[in-house]
């Protein structure tokens, strides 16, 4: 496993457990982590430090500000396009993965996930992007 500490991932999901976790495995896997509760931190984030973030782990189903609007916004903005989304959730039906897709995700896995498949998955994801 290639371990690259300039690579820089965002977390964004409504529930702390899954941040909390999400965070600690990928440090462990020497990422740098940023995190963030809510899609409307996490487009604050992005839009203040998007020169250093290489991937955005996103959860679809969050009040307010969703999973697809920040995707959208990524994808849709020129000074946002080279960063990686992979949208994490417990929606795993295939119309969510497709409209996903469609909007430009570069990756999908579905919770609950352990911390080999996550890292393995993000690794796969750097290596074809």
């Known amino acids: 496993m290639d371990k690259n500490p300039s690579k820089t991932i965002l977390v964004v999901d409504d529930e702390p457990d899954i941040v909390n976790l999400t965070d600690k495995i990928l440090k462990l896997a020497s990422y740098n982590t940023l995190t963030c509760n809510n899609g409307k931190e996490a487009l604050k984030i992005i ?14 189903m969050m009040p307010g500000v969703s999973g697809m609007e920040v995707l959208r916004t990524i994808k849709s903005n020129d000074m946002f396009k080279h960063i990686l989304v992979i949208l994490f959730t417990v929606k795993s ?25 996550l890292l393995e998955y993000v690794n796969s994801v750097f290596e074809t992007h």
């Open 47 to 60: 839009e203040d430090r998007y020169s250093e973030i290489s991937l955005v782990l996103l959860d679809l």
């Open 93 to 117: 039906f295939k119309e969510d993965i497709q409209k996903g897709k469609e909007m430009g995700a570069d990756g999908y896995i579905t919770k609950p996930f352990s911390g080999k498949q």
